[in-house]
């Protein structure tokens, strides 16, 4: 079946710190890769996406690159400010099903501190 | 562009009591979308719409959750009689993907319903 798994959290960092939140995945077919995020008090936000194998996915100094090989689409970034602190998601669809239903992972908690 | 829209924002009720949540996608979106997030949990799939119809329920505990998507476009899902492990925030989420079409395209979501069952 389809499933994603994503590191435990919370997450803590100081600004400025480099930012890992690993996520790896299962999937019965060649699926689509995304990551949401979750501000407090708000909606999930499509943060970024990569369809296929070795895409890199980018958006507001976030990165993740589609690694088929190992199965994982970590989300990375450089330098990371108090206002990214909210809950990321790593979520997968099945790019081969006309349904487009997404699966996600747990979530991650980051906080920021200035 | 308005978002999606959902209320209420919260709700607290009485196990066995019923509750509706309401949706209202974003203008054009073919397909709409009921996830149940669980705290500390990732949202899973209640139910997928395209149009006015129902292309997935198979998640959906259909002994006491109903949801229905009239005129193809606001959507409703009840939950009768509601029991203590129902608490959770309902999310509602809408794309782009008409029938058909294979889909890597955004889903869009409303800010949730956020359920206490006491």
């Known amino acids: 079946g389809n499933s994603v798994t994503q590191m435990e959290g919370p997450v803590t960092l100081s600004e400025e710190a480099f930012l890992t939140i690993n996520c790896t995945y299962t999937?019965?077919?060649?699926?689509?890769l995304f990551w949401y995020v979750q501000y407090p008090g708000e909606g999930l936000q499509l943060l970024l996406k990569a369809t296929k194998a070795d895409d890199k996915g980018s958006n507001k100094g976030f990165e993740a690159t589609y690694r088929k090989e190992t199965t994982s689409f970590h989300l990375e970034k450089g330098s990371v400010q108090v206002s990214d602190s909210a809950v990321y998601f790593c979520a997968l669809s099945d790019r081969g099903s006309t349904l487009g239903r997404l699966y996600f992972g747990r979530g991650t908690q980051l906080t920021v501190w200035p | 562009e308005a978002g999606v829209a959902q209320s209420p924002r919260y709700k607290i009720i009485e196990k066995r009591q019923s509750v509706a949540f309401w949706c209202n996608p974003i203008?054009?979106?073919?397909?709409l979308y009921w996830y149940q997030q669980i705290l500390g949990q990732g949202p899973k799939l209640l139910i997928q719409?395209?149009?006015?119809?129902?292309?997935?329920d198979s998640q959906l505990p259909k002994d006491r959750f109903s949801a229905e998507r009239l005129k193809g476009v606001d959507s409703t899902l009840k939950i009768q009689p509601a029991k203590l492990e129902d608490s959770a925030v309902y999310l509602c989420?809408?794309?782009?993907?008409?029938?058909?079409?294979?889909?890597?395209?955004?889903?869009?979501f409303g800010p949730g319903t956020r359920l206490t069952v006491l």
């Open positions: 999937a019965t077919g060649y699926p689509s």
């Open positions: 989420a809408s794309s782009l993907a008409p029938a058909g079409t294979t889909s890597t395209d955004t889903q869009y």
């Open positions: 719409f395209q149009n006015n119809g129902v292309v997935d």
């Open positions: 203008s054009g979106h073919a397909t």
